[in-house]
């Protein structure tokens, strides 16, 4: 078999993650879809990687497409919670551990606040992330979860040109423990397999001889991915990884966070590039 040379990774693609317009909103139902967690210049990042691999699509051996996939009732959804008079918490609330041993929130299944309050605990311990309830998004099955449609289209002409399936990662089914990372969840389960390392992800990436990585959102999913790449990799790997500036972007009012996250990926070694420089040296021109 042929080694791998340039290999794309996409991470969470998906339309409750763009900032989409209204000529991008389908009515179902008789509602009017709209993006549950939109990022800001999402939308214009998926039209430029769709450019990218339509341009330079024979030059790219293989793709790897992560999906954010959620149920209903995740611990990171306000449907988990409730606070101290019973009321529904609102996304964007961020939880400590603190809160929940004094009452302020709690989860509205009270035989989980054992889990819970571990599951908090271990979470802060690791200094990542604060605990953040977001808006219900990417659950499964929904318009939400559905890859952005013109990055869909680009993504089914490289699979018949190149006679080969564009892999899909699904992360984040499991409930209990926060998913941002394709590599790994917050807090993996030792009970459930898909939030542990997934070593055939790291492996395929290894075998290739640059990775191109693009996605939503820089600030915590692209974030977290990468960084948990880069605590897999052989150092002198790392230079192979290739981040593309273009086709990435923060949550709002998470800019410092992604822009601390990009001075240090460059100090570790990795090459941060915009789509156009990649196109002319990937096509040829």
């Not at 693609?13 to 509602?31: E, I, K, M, S, W």
């Not at 919670?81 to 400590?96: K, M, S």
């Not at 299944?109 to 219900?136: C, F, K, N, Q």
């Amino acid at each position: 078999m042929n080694r791998v040379k340039h290999h794309l990774l996409i991470i969470d693609p998906q339309n409750d993650f763009c900032d989409l317009p209204a000529t991008h909103r389908p009515v179902l139902g008789g509602v009017c879809q709209a993006p549950a967690l939109p990022v800001p210049g999402a939308h214009a990042d998926m039209l430029r990687l769709a450019v990218l691999i339509d341009t330079a699509r024979e030059a790219i051996d293989a793709i790897t497409v992560t999906l954010d996939s959620h149920q209903h009732l995740d611990i990171a959804h306000p449907t988990f919670w409730a606070d101290d008079h019973g009321n529904a918490v609102l996304p964007f609330t961020q939880i400590h551990a603190e809160d929940v041993r004094a009452g302020r929130y709690r989860p509205r299944l009270s035989e989980a606040l054992p889990r819970v309050l571990a599951y908090l605990d271990v979470l802060e311990a690791s200094g990542r992330y604060t605990h953040m309830i977001w808006p219900v998004h990417c659950e499964i099955g929904t318009w939400g979860h559905n890859i952005h449609h013109e990055l869909r289209l680009a993504l089914n002409r490289w699979e018949e040109a190149h006679a080969a399936i564009t892999a899909k990662v699904i992360k984040g089914t499991n409930p209990w423990t926060e998913h941002y990372s394709a590599v790994m969840a917050e807090v993996p389960d030792p009970a459930d397999a898909e939030t542990q390392l997934n070593s055939a992800l790291i492996a395929s990436l290894r075998g290739a001889a640059r990775v191109f990585i693009a996605g939503e959102a820089g600030s915590h999913c692209v974030k977290a991915t990468v960084e948990h790449i880069v605590a897999n990799l052989p150092t002198e790997q790392l230079d192979r990884l290739v981040l593309i500036e273009d086709c990435i972007s923060p949550v709002s009012g998470f800019e410092a966070h992604y822009a601390d996250f990009l001075t240090r990926m460059r100090e570790l070694g990795l090459q941060v590039r915009h789509s156009t420089g990649l196109i002319d040296e990937l096509a040829g021109g």
